[in-house]
């Protein structure tokens, strides 16, 4: 007897998502994002784009993708501070990229605690951010790169991206994007410019124990041992944190410093300040007797200063610029090794170095 034949059901096919886009045209979700919104793109990636999406008969929803965990278009920022500084400088040329891209902010504050920012950027990433940035220096322990390099995959898997500005890569082939600048090369340009000027007994004035510092502390002694001199421990001063580099600290500092010193190199423009602030105090004059330079040229009145200071420009607003460039464009074949960059930093000469006149 003739036996009728029944074919098994067939699977509905899944429907494709803006992930499956992305990779299929070779490019991050974000570009797709952009491409599908009308966004200014070039031709050959929009036809990308647009190819995949047909290929894969992609429907845009946007509430069935929000449903389904889909992108945002949104940035996460983590800072140390709200309170202004240079790392509010940084966030302000990522909110100004970020605009640019058709994306937008958000903003927490680690308050300097490192397992507090794991915690906002694993949140932020929960929350569909496309890109999640942390700003700042960091304490580099092997638990720290060991986490951060867990944080980094996971937010790949995610879909998300992990952005670091201004402190080190945990380590190598890590799908993250490292936006930092040359803080030790900035360190042995300004230490060799008051060399350059005959001062060889340099008091350092340190910062947070963190990798900026570590960095500048770095440069610093570089220079002195390119110029033939040998580093003394006496005048590395580290206190470990703002609180210390206070007013109070700076006084007792300066005030019990070797009497050969004749410059001050400040970790950055605020304890340069206060540092100013106190020898005209204490009627040291700047820079007939004692020659005074900072880093980062973030203070507003920095050349306004009494006298005017001397000191390192970073690039914050490029840094900020840069990571949300690099962060959309992470797979994008001509920008896939290209996600670890180094932005330059040069001397600003102002008044607050004179060349040192030996006496006989």
């Known amino acids: 007897m003739a036996t009728e034949a029944h074919s098994a059901p067939q699977p509905s096919r899944r429907q494709a998502t803006?992930?499956?886009?992305a990779r299929r045209a070779g490019v991050s979700t974000a570009t797709v994002s952009r491409v599908l919104a009308g966004k200014p793109l070039t031709d050959s990636t929009r036809t990308k784009v647009l190819l995949a999406a047909k290929?894969?008969?992609y429907v845009v929803n946007a509430h069935a993708r929000a449903l389904k965990g889909g992108r945002s278009n949104t940035v996460g920022i983590v800072l140390v501070t709200l309170s202004g500084g240079p790392y509010n400088e940084i966030a302000r040329?990522?909110?100004?990229?970020?605009?640019?891209?058709?994306?937008r902010c958000m903003v927490a504050s680690s308050q300097a605690d490192d397992d507090r920012e794991l915690s906002l950027a694993a949140a932020m990433a929960e929350q569909n951010a496309d890109i999640v940035i942390l700003i700042?220096?960091?304490?580099?322990t092997p638990r720290y790169r060991t986490r951060v390099a867990a944080l980094a995959r996971e937010l790949d898997t995610a879909g998300s991206r992990l952005v670091l500005v201004g402190r080190p890569s945990p380590g190598p082939d890590l799908p993250l994007t490292v936006v930092d600048y040359d803080n030790e090369g900035g360190a042995f340009a300004i230490t060799s410019h008051l060399l350059s000027a005959g001062h060889e007994r340099i008091l350092f004035l340190g910062g947070p124990e963190?990798?900026?510092?570590?960095?500048?502390?770095?440069g610093h002694l570089r220079?002195?041992?390119s110029y033939g001199l040998r580093p003394d421990p006496a005048l590395i001063v580290n206190r470990g944190n703002h609180n210390d580099m206070g007013p109070a600290g700076i006084r007792e500092i300066l005030r019990g410093r070797p009497a050969d010193v004749t410059a001050v190199f400040a970790w950055d423009d605020d304890v340069a300040g206060s540092a100013l602030t106190q020898l005209r105090a204490d009627g040291v004059p700047v820079p007939e007797e004692i020659?005074?330079?900072?880093?980062?040229?973030?203070?507003?009145h920095a050349e306004h200063l009494f006298p005017a200071l001397t000191t390192v420009q970073i690039p914050f607003l490029e840094l900020g610029r840069t990571a949300v460039k690099l962060a959309v464009q992470r797979d994008e074949p001509d920008h896939r090794h290209a996600q670890q960059v180094?932005?330059?930093?040069?001397v600003v000469v102002r008044d607050s170095v004179r060349p040192r006149i030996r006496r006989a």
């Open 18 to 21: 803006m992930r499956d886009v």
């Open 93 to 103: 040329g990522i909110e100004q990229q970020a605009a640019a891209e058709g994306m």
């Open 223 to 225: 220079a002195l041992e």
């Open 210 to 218: 963190n990798s900026t510092t570590a960095g500048r502390v770095a």
């Open 291 to 300: 020659s005074v330079v900072g880093f980062n040229n973030s203070l507003p």
């Open 55 to 57: 290929e894969l008969h």
């Open 342 to 346: 180094v932005l330059g930093t040069h």
């Open 136 to 140: 700042g220096g960091v304490r580099d």
